[in-house]
């Protein structure tokens, strides 16, 4: 049990905190729309560690004029935390902000075993309530568990480059020469350093990244799932960063860590639930084939190159790719729409992503640097112009540094559309 003093007092200073958000000038985030205000359900947004999740929540209310109480359990004085503290914690919150505030913040809660039994209390409450989460299952699965058609899930991302563009004030609408190669100038720096909120305005992106996928592994994985086995999960997280945007392959993960193949297979689910790994499964309707199958994209470009021993290949072609994936990822969240790859045999060439409403397939879609050799361009449109045939769909296009043009092959028309264009829509 920890005492109501130590929890007053952690809570107060997080009050504190909150005031210097006033003065913050906002980026304006899509995920804002998926809010609902004035409903029974809990408003939940997960998402990696320093997303900006809990930001996003403090922008939505505070815009609104909302009074609100907050707390965030990610704090090594409520690391000890039980479900039994949890009202003494709400007594501390009606102390410090009063006991007609009609909503409150719950940033971390998940840490708090039982936790769930408490926001079914407050919910029943009439109380509204917002939680913050980056553990995908742990989070998700008891919230269908015991939330069951309670909850709105808002998924958060770090900055996609039309945010990372606003923070730093680059000029997306100019047709200028000039804010031309600032905005390709902007792409660079995005794709090397990243979208993390914070890492934005740091000098050293080194410690920063590091320490943020120390944190990951230690509090999101190690502590929750009681990995014993810690170097090994480190170098699996490094290797998978290092080779974004590719194949996972668990026989080579098992002999190389010198770890069983079920237990590589985990600790990469874990690695996904923590939201550091991005899946993408095979496009198939046979779901072994999906299962066995699987490429993994890091959630953010920056982490690659800013680690020590970091030997990521410099492959603009794969940062471009993985970048495509993570912009689909918070685009096809919006309309319910689910991704994947394309490969019909082991020798085929791949599209990247299938866009598909269900089992309809929506969209085609190519990522290529650059398409200026004959070579390269008839490889990347045959592709698509192959898989167009063979899952009817004939919405194409081809993400390139290449101005926007559409052209025509075999009869169908594929859109090359220029990658700033594309990220900026």
């Known amino acids: 049990m920890i005492d109501e003093k130590t929890i007053l007092e952690v809570l107060a200073e997080q009050q504190e905190e909150i005031k210097s958000y006033k003065q913050l000038k906002w980026v304006e985030r899509k995920e804002e729309s998926l809010f609902e205000f004035d409903t029974s359900m809990a408003q939940v947004v997960i998402g990696v560690r320093r997303s900006g999740k809990s930001t996003l929540c403090h922008?939505?209310?505070?815009?609104?004029?909302?009074?609100?109480?907050?707390?965030?359990?990610?704090?090594?004085?409520?690391?000890?935390m039980q479900v039994g503290d949890l009202n003494t914690v709400l007594s501390c919150v009606y102390q410090l902000y009063g006991t007609d505030i009609p909503y409150l913040v719950l940033d971390e809660i998940q840490d708090v075993d039982g936790w769930y039994l408490f926001v079914n209390r407050l919910l029943r409450t009439s109380l509204n309530i917002f939680i913050t989460g980056s553990n995908a299952k742990l989070l998700s699965g008891e919230l269908a568990t015991h939330l069951t058609g309670r909850y709105n899930e808002i998924h958060l991302y770090p900055f996609s480059f039309s945010e990372y563009c606003q923070y730093h004030q680059i000029d997306t609408q100019s047709i200028t020469t000039k804010a031309d190669a600032g905005r390709k100038r902007a792409f660079m720096d995005y794709i090397h350093d990243g979208g993390f909120p914070e890492m934005q305005r740091l000098r050293n992106k080194r410690t920063y990244v590091q320490s943020l996928i120390e944190a990951i592994l230690r509090k999101d994985i190690q502590k929750r799932f009681k990995i014993r086995n810690i170097e090994a999960l480190r170098k699996l997280a490094h290797h998978l960063i290092n080779n974004a945007c590719q194949e996972v392959n668990y026989d080579d993960l098992s002999e190389m860590l010198g770890i069983a193949d079920k237990t590589a297979k985990k600790y990469v689910d874990y690695l996904s639930q923590a939201f550091l790994i991005q899946p993408l499964t095979r496009h198939s309707f046979k779901?072994?084939?999906?299962?066995?199958n699987q490429k993994a994209y890091i959630v953010d470009t920056g982490l690659q190159g800013h680690r020590d021993n970091a030997l990521a290949a410099e492959n603009l072609g794969w940062r471009l790719e993985n970048v495509a994936y993570i912009e689909l990822l918070r685009r096809c969240a919006h309309d319910f729409l689910d991704v994947y790859y394309y490969k019909p045999n082991p020798r085929a060439k791949e599209v990247d992503f299938v866009v598909c409403d269900q089992s309809k397939v929506v969209e085609l879609i190519q990522v290529a640097y650059e398409i200026d050799s004959q070579r390269t361009y008839h490889r990347e449109t045959t592709s698509l112009v192959k898989a167009s045939e063979a899952l009817s769909c004939n919405r194409l296009t081809l993400i390139t540094f290449s101005p926007t043009r559409d052209v025509e092959i075999d009869g169908k028309t594929v859109h090359i559309v220029s990658a700033l264009e594309w990220l900026l829509q």
Request: net charge positive.
């Open 59 to 80: 922008k939505v209310l505070l815009e609104r004029g909302i009074r609100y109480g907050y707390v965030n359990f990610d704090d090594d004085r409520l690391a000890e």
């Open 287 to 292: 779901s072994s084939v999906r299962i066995r």
